[in-house]
């Protein structure tokens, strides 16, 4: 079980994977936020590696995910899942 502020942080990883493969925001300003979206998963970016290392997790995996969605866009829902192992 996810304590409130792991929720809200896959809640910020998944729309911003959402945004970075095109399936959500506005229309007309689509292009602009899916850029700011793909740079926002970048290894030298504090905020998305604080949001990995809290919700333990290895930002390798979630730009390689990102990355396999976005030749894949589809199924998204799906295959987006966070979940720990102990």
Known sequence: ????EESL????ISQAMKDAIGVAGDPDNKNKRKEQAISWFDLEDD??????????????NIIKLLNDLRTEKKNFNS?????RTY
């Open 79 to 83: 295959r987006f899942k966070i979940s």
């Open 47 to 60: 905020d998305f590696l604080f949001i990995c290392e809290t919700l333990d997790v290895e930002p390798e």
């Open 1 to 4: 079980m996810f304590v409130p």
């Open 9 to 12: 942080y896959i809640a910020v």
